[in-house]
Antibody, heavy 121, light 110 residues
Framework: EVQLLESGGGLVQPGGSLRLSCAASGFTFSNYAMSWVRQAPGKGLQWVSSISAGADSTYFADSVKGRFTISRDSSRNTLYLQTNSLRVEDTAVYYC??????????????WGQGTLVTVSS | QSVLTQPPSASGTPGQRVTVSCSGSSSNIGNNVVNWYQHLPGTAPRLLIYSNNQRPSGVPDRFSVSKSGTSASLAISGLQSEDEADYYCAAWDDSLHGVVFGGGTKLTVL
């Protein structure tokens, strides 16, 4: 069974940083692209970033480009999202998701429970 | 403003058939596969349909989709109270180089 467990969320001031982690199990992590998707309070799902299985391709939403970095460590079966220069509008539940194949452009098929990031002074 | 357009709400009574539309463009739905997700607040989203019309194991065949040109539609037949949730369509967008979601449709079972 696919399991994705996010951590690293919390309260941070505007301009601050957080590193989100997603521990994956139940599948061969190195064989699948991964993504982060967020949901702001009262809003819908918004894609944030994706990384290919081999980490050779990464993609970012325009709203986070230049501020967020996605990476993965296959030795630890862990996906990361480094979030810098955080803004109030980045406040959201951040979901880790597994894609159906290796390509960074493939869509999510399994999701974690999410971790809450609150950006506020 | 979402790239994919969905109606904000839909409703039906138990046993009815309800449809949720998803409208996009040639750079997303028109040229790529569409997935559909079911989401209950506070829980992990659930994949309902992938690659346009494939159902993961465990998803009942009450859920079906159709796709034509730059639009797609999710149909739920034999509506049940447990179907009350938010529904999202998603696709890769070739112009934006990213995944785009619909704004979500809140389904109410009356």
């Amino acid at each position: 069974e696919v399991q994705l467990l996010e951590s690293g969320g919390g309260l941070v001031q505007p301009g601050g940083s957080l590193r989100l982690s997603c521990a994956a199990s139940g599948f061969t992590f190195s064989n699948y692209a991964m993504s982060w998707v967020r949901q702001a309070p009262g809003k819908g799902l918004q894609w944030v970033s994706s990384i290919s299985a081999g980490a050779d391709s990464t993609y970012f939403a325009d709203s986070v480009k230049g501020r967020f970095t996605i990476s993965r460590d296959s030795s630890r079966n862990t996906l990361y999202l480094q979030t810098n220069s955080l803004r109030v509008e980045d406040t959201a539940v951040y979901y880790c998701s597994k894609s159906r194949d290796t390509n960074g452009w493939s869509l999510p098929d399994s999701w974690g429970q999410g971790t809450l990031v609150t950006v506020s002074s | 403003q979402s790239v994919l357009t969905q109606p904000p709400s839909a409703s039906g009574t138990p046993g009815q058939r309800v449809t949720v539309s998803c409208s996009g463009s040639s750079s997303n739905i028109g040229n790529n596969v569409v997935n559909w997700y079911q989401h209950l607040p506070g829980t992990a989203p659930r994949l309902l349909i992938y690659s346009n019309n494939q159902r993961p194991s465990g998803v009942p065949d009450r859920f079906s989709v159709s796709k034509s040109g730059t639009s797609a539609s999710l149909a739920i037949s034999g509506l049940q109270s447990e179907d009350e949730a938010d529904y999202y369509c998603a696709a890769w967008d070739d112009s934006l180089h990213g995944v785009v979601f619909g704004g979500g449709t809140k389904l109410t079972v009356l």
